[in-house]
């Protein structure tokens, strides 16, 4: 039987199921400079949302906290 697949580009929807927020919210923070912005083919990469969430890296002016 073939290994899970471990994706690391996602999709709006996805990348805010990744963070359990709603995609209206993850958008919002994108928007905002809380999270950053996607990378290529209009997707996210996984590894830098796992970045930001751990606090390995900051994104915005505001010291936003997820």
Sequence with gaps: MPAA???ILATEKTAA??????PAE????????ALPKPRRFDRW?????????SGKAAH???????
């Design 60 to 66: 915005g002016e505001d010291g936003l906290d997820l």
């Design 17 to 22: 199921q990744l963070l359990d927020m709603k």
């Design 5 to 7: 697949l471990h994706p």
């Design 45 to 53: 990469d996984v590894d830098e949302l796992r970045s930001v969430a």
């Design 26 to 33: 993850f958008r919002r923070l994108v928007e905002q400079g």
